[in-house]
């Protein structure tokens, strides 16, 4: 079956150049078989190297499972990023169960998972392959904000060691929700659009 | 992605109220249809589960939600 995709552009870092890359609407078998097959192993057997710095938050997350729970579900979006033939990242959002908190008259994207591959992260491996992956996954999610007239507004509950990533984006932390027990962030309207306006130059 | 298309009868009324909303969001029609049935599908969903859906007014108190 064709998978419907978007072109986008991540960062080589070994190679210094921008390479191609797919963002796929739906998260297939195949990123599954990544995410298991490529994506795990690293998660534990570096996270020795690492337990001093941080431990890896997201390695619990089964994308399995996930994306059997939204199958058929009209709300959700998945993605997948595919660069050199590998799974790069993945996303799930959801598209109409969430209010913003900075305008809670309106509604937002709220991301529900996202997350890059472990051979993309600094403090997993000493010299990351890509960089830009979180951000693509990001713009299509404020894309889809877009056209579901939802004017940019994006949410998420960030790890805590994503946090940061999330400031620098411009992303307000509305403070620790109870429930989910994380920091809950926010992208404000003017950020979406600067932010969509940075990604396309 | 398959994309097919229908043709919808609507009344009066509720061209008015589809007109409103998609001027109101800024959005096409189609985008507040699909909206709505994403919307009533998840809540369906949730409602089958056993789940249930509230509603909670300005002095926050909730009142159950209820679909056909």
């Not at chain 1, 059997?68 to 993605?79: D, P, S, V």
């Not at chain 2, 994309?3 to 009324?13: A, C, E, F, R, V």
Request: net charge neutral; glycine share 6%; proline share 2%.
């Amino acid at each position: 079956m064709n998978r419907k995709y978007n072109e986008a552009k991540v960062f080589d870092r070994q190679n210094k150049q921008y390479i191609d890359s797919k963002l796929y609407f739906g998260i297939s078998s195949k990123n599954i078989d990544d995410y298991e097959q490529l994506w795990i192993p690293m998660f534990y057997s570096e996270k020795k190297e690492v337990q001093d710095r941080l431990t890896v938050e997201d390695a619990h997350w089964n994308w399995r499972k996930k994306v059997l729970l939204c199958e058929g579900i009209l709300a959700y979006g998945t993605y997948a990023l595919e660069a050199d033939n590998k799974t790069q990242g993945m996303m799930i959002t959801e598209t109409v169960m969430h209010q913003s908190k900075l305008q809670s008259t309106e509604s937002l994207i709220y991301i529900e998972f996202i997350a890059s591959a472990p051979w993309n992260r600094s403090y997993l491996v000493p010299h990351p392959k890509y960089k830009g992956v979180g951000m693509v996954l990001l713009s299509q999610a404020i894309g889809e904000s877009f056209e579901n007239g939802y004017e940019g507004r994006i949410g998420l509950h960030s790890l805590p060691g994503a946090e940061t990533f999330y400031k620098n984006l411009g992303m307000i932390d509305c403070g620790f929700d109870n429930h989910k027990q994380l920091n809950y962030f926010e992208l404000p309207i003017d950020k979406a659009s600067e932010l969509i306006k940075e990604f396309s130059t | 992605m398959n994309k097919k298309t229908m043709t919808l009868n609507l009344s009066s009324d509720e061209m008015t109220v589809l007109d409103e909303l998609a001027t109101q969001k800024g959005v096409n029609k189609t985008v507040i249809l699909k909206q709505a049935l994403r919307l009533y599908q998840a809540i369906q969903i949730r409602m089958q589960n056993g789940e249930k859906v509230f509603v909670e007014d300005k002095k926050n108190e909730k009142s159950e939600l209820i679909l056909l």
